[in-house]
């Protein structure tokens, strides 16, 4: 499923939910999933609930890269403005 995630959001064909996908890779332990399912909210990917939880526990854990903690944390921000 994570293979999903190196292609863009745009391209994405298959039957799988986005937000399955993007909860897959927002819940890997690496930086490389996550990174790449952030790319996929950058670019508009549908989100609900538990993508805003997972995007703040990157946001929040220093396991992560700043880069990553960063990008999560920007995309947590327009995500929550943009449900006001």
Do not use: C
């Amino acid at each position: 499923m994570l293979p999903h995630l190196e292609t863009p959001l745009s391209a994405y064909t298959a039957d799988i939910p986005v937000v399955q996908i993007l909860l897959a890779g927002l819940n890997s332990p690496t930086d490389y999933w996550p990174s790449l399912a952030i790319g996929w909210l950058e670019q508009g990917a549908p989100i609900d609930a538990e993508v805003l939880a997972a995007l703040g526990r990157i946001s929040e854990n220093e396991h992560f890269s700043q880069s990553v903690r960063h990008r999560g944390g920007a995309v947590l921000r327009r995500l929550m403005r943009a449900k006001r």
